[in-house]
């Protein structure tokens, strides 16, 4: 029986990392910018044995145990006061099969570095629209992305997994063997067991048109955005990040802190179709700036800085229309805050997400139109926070329109 830290330590082939190791600062460390723990110890799991042994000393010390894919982790999950972090970002395996479309990839991968590997076969999985998530965050969650409307849910391109249980056992997964621990996986979240691989079906991306198209933030743009991504070809997933204009060098400087709509286009398919299908939402308005174009599906990522650590307070909602006085109201609402940085993300569903029975997966939310996200970013200090909070609070009611998911 493992008793002690350093007694895991000895029975491990990946690394521990202490409170006195000059890594510990940096490895502990995760992307929001409010959550600073400092766990006892964290465990660079080298393969799915590590993983087993830190579970079985986690339940026979009592300590608690946070698991960390290595992404976003926005509610904090991914670390701990005083516990036991399993980090598993040294999980990075990936094995392609070109002629069948598949790839087991390790649970430490982000989604640029999956995307990156495929896409010079002209092939890819659906995950977000940042780069730095991790796969296995995203896919445990369902994954709503850019291939949502053509090929659905990350977990409908989810074809098995290795997943490692409370009883430390290493489970293999698919719809033949341990099917209702499939099905929990496919969106129920992290709570069934520690995911060490992924198998998903890729798909092709070898021809691809989108980008960034900046439209002014009003009521009328916003409301014909999203009805032009409900009518759009199923080829085509759109986002819009309706927020004050940062001071970015391509937009002039007299719309700095104006409200625009940041419209995120992305056509699987022929370039010319996919320029066909941009034109309702060019048509809008005249574009602050147009960044459509055809490019390499990997640059669906745009670039990040690795040392960004923002601190937001938001909220995620699902919204059966977004029409002029829902847009109305998204407009007041972010007009009202005094926030350095507010937004208000609208992401149409639909398509062959919506095609796949309610009960197939652990994603019961099949059928909810609108995925909404609310966010206002505070600047560390509690009172700032409670302020914000309760601006997001107060725009989510003015929002509900009776979904309840989540």
Not at 26 to 41: K, L, N, Q, S, Y
Not at 157 to 167: C, G, I, K, R, Y
Not at 244 to 264: D, I, N, R, T
Not at 359 to 369: E, K, P, V, Y
């Amino acid at each position: 029986m493992i008793a002690s830290i350093p007694e895991l330590a000895g029975s491990l082939k990946g690394q521990v990392i202490l409170p006195d190791s000059d890594a510990y600062d940096d490895t502990r460390r995760v992307f929001i910018g409010d959550v600073d723990r400092r766990p006892t110890a964290i465990v660079r799991a080298a393969n799915p044995s590590d993983v087993a042994r830190v579970i079985e000393f986690a339940a026979r010390s009592g300590v608690e145990l946070a698991v960390r894919c290595g992404g976003h982790s926005a509610a904090g999950y991914c670390t701990t006061d005083s516990g036991v972090v399993l980090d598993l970002r040294d999980l990075r395996e990936i094995d392609i099969d070109v002629a069948a479309q598949t790839v087991w990839a390790g649970g430490g991968l982000s989604a640029l570095d999956l995307t990156n590997a495929t896409g010079g076969d002209c092939l890819a999985v659906g995950f977000g629209d940042t780069g730095s998530v991790s796969i296995g965050g995203i896919t445990l969650g369902g994954g709503i992305g850019f291939q949502v409307r053509k090929h659905g849910l990350t977990v409908d391109s989810m074809l098995a997994a290795e997943v490692v249980t409370a009883d430390r056992h290493l489970h293999q997964v698919d719809a033949e063997r341990e099917q209702e621990l499939f099905w929990a996986l496919r969106g129920g979240g992290g709570n069934f067991g520690v995911v060490t691989k992924f198998k998903y079906s890729m798909h092709d991306v070898s021809r691809v048109f989108g980008g960034l198209v900046v439209l002014p933030g009003t009521p009328e743009v916003i409301e014909g955005f999203i009805a032009a991504a409900e009518a759009a070809p199923e080829e085509l997933s759109a986002i819009a990040n309706i927020m004050p204009a940062p001071p970015m060098p391509f937009l002039p400087e007299h719309l700095h802190g104006k409200l625009v709509v940041f419209g995120f286009l992305v056509y699987l398919g022929d370039p010319s179709a996919g320029a066909r299908a941009a034109a309702p939402f060019r048509a809008l308005a005249i574009p602050l700036a147009d960044m459509l174009k055809p490019m390499a599906y990997p640059e669906i990522y745009p670039p990040e800085d690795p040392g960004y650590r923002p601190k937001p307070v938001q909220h995620t909602m699902f919204l059966e229309r977004v029409d002029e006085p829902a847009a109305r109201t998204i407009v007041d609402y972010l007009n009202a805050s005094d926030a350095m940085l507010r937004a208000a993300q609208l992401r149409v569903l639909g398509g062959a997400m919506a095609r796949v029975p309610v009960g197939a997966t652990a994603f019961a939310h099949r059928q909810s139109r609108i995925c909404a996200v609310l966010v206002n970013f505070y600047d560390g200090t509690p009172e700032d926070r409670a302020h914000r909070q309760a601006w997001v609070d107060d725009f989510a009611r003015a929002m509900y329109q009776g979904d309840d998911g989540a």
